[in-house]
């Protein structure tokens, strides 16, 4: 259960923070609500507290979790599966639809392993953005250190 002030991650929609929570009627019944701010977007957002955990709500994840992410982002041997691009948009969307950091980190990793080879597409370039930005939120709360740092060490893995 979440607090007043408490960051959490919204999957999607990245990192935010809480802050209300409210009670509404909805058909009847009174419902508690998280009321969280996107931090990239400044969008409001409005999660029912009941369902909260089923719709993937949670945490920023611990140190061990970023020192994860970042043997996830090294594994430079994958081998990407040739298959039409969207196809490929569909199963990464999936995965950054999660909210699993480490799904989000092989996407991003097979992406910038993926320009090795191709121009990629509009699509799978604005998958690259997202899930970039969705990484770095988080692994800069988790370590206390600025998007630019957490931006540069994952630039420089795949310099």
Known sequence: MFKKGDMAVYPGH?????????KQMVA?????????????????????VATSEKVG??????????????????????????QPWNQRYREYMEKIKSGSVYEIGSVLRDLFVLTETKDLSF????????????????????????????TKEIEAIFA
């Open 14 to 22: 990245g990192v935010g923070k809480i802050k209300k929570i409210e």
């Open 28 to 48: 009847g019944e009174e419902h508690s609500f998280y009321v969280m701010e996107v931090r990239d977007t400044s969008m409001t957002v409005m999660i029912p």
């Open 57 to 82: 709500l949670r945490a920023i994840i611990s140190g061990d979790d970023v020192k994860e992410v970042f043997k996830i982002l090294k594994m430079k041997d994958v081998e990407i599966v040739a």
């Open 123 to 150: 699509g799978e370039r604005k998958m690259l953005d997202s899930a970039r930005t969705l990484l770095v939120s988080e692994i800069a709360l988790a370590n206390s250190s600025t998007e630019d740092d957490v």
